[in-house]
């Protein structure tokens, strides 16, 4: 905090943040041993006479936080962190250097804060939690943050502030209510809810990786993985097991139905139904996450049962309307007794309920065309010429005029004039 500068050694600058630091341990000096506070005597004495008459007046009005230690033997807070006397601190709690505790915070029992991380307002953290440098959790604000068990709030993360809605009014309550077991990594940022009525919610046992936003009012279940810069807008709603590929972002309001899966920079701006896949620019269906759904026990029954109705709704060779597709499936007495199928299903319904966004586009995956030949030399005995079509075919693919998977029904219709 202090340079030294030329033979004279005068004294060019010093850290009015670096002189409180040593303030606040002077204050704190009867817990420590006879040799720690001569040694912090000592540096008192050597700063004095360079602190002006203004930084002198600003540390004796600061309040002090904790002049003495009311803690039990198994609790450490280090002498430059600031921790409020009101706060309730758990058993085995550690607090590292320049950390900050405010008044309202409860530590849960063997959490532990690394350097430079911070607490703030009505906040409650559950046992065993861990916060990494650097990190902000809680606001001064109306309402509350409350963090369950064994949650990692990584670098640099920002969790629990205030949102970002302009809908908001200062002096409004809002809420944000995390779970148990889960890892949200270095700068992310999750807000706290835009009013009173409602609340930010996260379940258990979900990986947040690095740089992911979740803003007010969403709604995450339980053992969901979020892949870096994952942009959720405001009152989004996340099932479970669902998991998102990198730099995807999810318009408000949409919801995320369970087991399914986003691509890579996908962006979201309707539902995604139950164990569906989704990508693109504006994500558009792209068939059964089969992969996730192997992965968290589906049987192979259940995924051929899933495949089976999705090709009937999705897929068909008719012309009928989405909403006639559905309601032969619920027709359908083999199809529709699976749980799986009648989940996805009611997923497909609910997203055209009142207020809802409906399903993401999905394409027209079966290829069908007509050809009509007049020429003598293209028709052979009433037969379509394969060349020809072949030739007409890759064109469309190439162009990307055609999409297709698995099925391919073409219709010709031959003028034998």
Known sequence: GVEITGSTGRVRAISSHCVYLFSEAFRRTQRHTPAMISLLKARERLLSPLLSSSIRRRLSSNPSYSCEDTRGPDVFIHPSAVVHPDAVIGKGVSVGPYCTVGSSVKLGNGCKLYPSSHIFGNTELGESCVLMTGAVVGDELPGSTVIGGNNIIGHHAVVGVKCQDL?????????????????????????????????????????????????????????????????????????????????????QFCHIGSFSFIGGGSVVSQDVPKYMMVTGERAELRGLNLEGLRRNGFTMSEMKSLRAAYRKIFMSTETSSLEERLTKMEH??????????????????????????????????????????????????????????????????????????????????????
């Not at 529709?336 to 319904?349: D, E, H, N, T």
Request: aromatic share 8%; hydrophobic share 35%.
């Open 332 to 417: 359908d007495p083999e199809l529709y007794s699976v749980p799986a199928v009648g989940a996805m299903l009611q997923s497909i319904r609910d997203s055209f309920a009142e207020g809802r966004r409906g399903i993401c586009k999905f394409r027209q995956w079966l290829v069908e065309d007509v050809f009509t030949y007049k020429s003598d030399d293209k028709i052979r005995n009433g037969e379509l010429n394969l060349s020809l079509f072949l030739e007409s075919f890759l064109c469309k693919i190439a162009t990307r005029e055609w999409s297709f998977g698995g099925v391919i029904a073409v219709k010709h219709e031959v003028d034998c004039q």
């Open 167 to 251: 809908k908001y009014k200062d002096g409004d309550e809002c809420f944000l209510c995390i779970g148990n077991n889960n890892e949200i990594r270095e700068f992310c940022s999750i807000h706290r809810s835009s009013k009173a009525s409602d609340k930010t919610v996260i379940g258990d046992n979900n990986l947040i990786m690095g740089s992911c936003h979740i803003a007010h009012d969403c709604k995450i279940g339980d053992r969901n993985i979020f892949a870096n810069n994952t942009l959720l807008a405001g009152h989004v709603i996340v099932e479970d097991y669902t998991h998102t590929a990198g730099a995807t972002v999810v318009h």
